[in-house]
């Protein structure tokens, strides 16, 4: 019996996002140690670069499509959503009493489920009808938009 289409993308994409932590967090360390006093700028530096490596990871490897600017910007908005959901649910939950860290833990699911399917079904949607995107590759030889 193999295992179901969704699951299997659900799986990949799960290991990319493992991945982007230890982007986000060695990222962050550098940002710190040439800006010690920026530590808001080094997050944001980190979380950006871990989406841009998640985005080209997820590209591949969990959606087997190449790399386009469009699908970049619709990765970095179904990114943006994901985090918005998973801080409204954590906020939610912290107002009806849940302790920080479980409604921490219960928000990550939400906004990872999100972002995995906008970008299944958004992001990185084959085009009906033609190969390649129209927003510049990004890739260069062998990339499919």
Do not use: H
Request: contains cysteine.
């Amino acid at each position: 019996m193999s295992v179901p289409e969704w699951l299997s993308r659900l799986v990949r994409f799960g290991l990319v996002g493992l991945s982007g932590v230890a982007v986000n967090f060695a990222v962050f360390r550098a940002v710190l140690a040439l800006a010690p006093t920026w530590p808001t700028v080094a997050n944001a530096v980190a979380v950006e670069v871990s989406i841009l490596t998640n985005y080209l990871a997820n590209a591949r490897f969990t959606f087997g499509r190449g790399y386009d600017w469009g699908s970049l910007g619709r990765y970095n908005l179904a990114a943006l959503g994901g985090f918005l959901a998973q801080v409204a649910v954590f906020w939610v939950l912290v107002r009806q009493g849940w302790p920080k860290d479980g409604a921490d833990l219960a928000a990550i699911p939400c906004g990872t489920l999100l972002t995995f399917a906008a970008s299944w079904g958004w992001v990185f949607r084959p085009k009906q009808g033609r190969e390649t995107g129209g927003g510049g590759s990004l890739g260069g030889a062998g990339s499919r938009g």
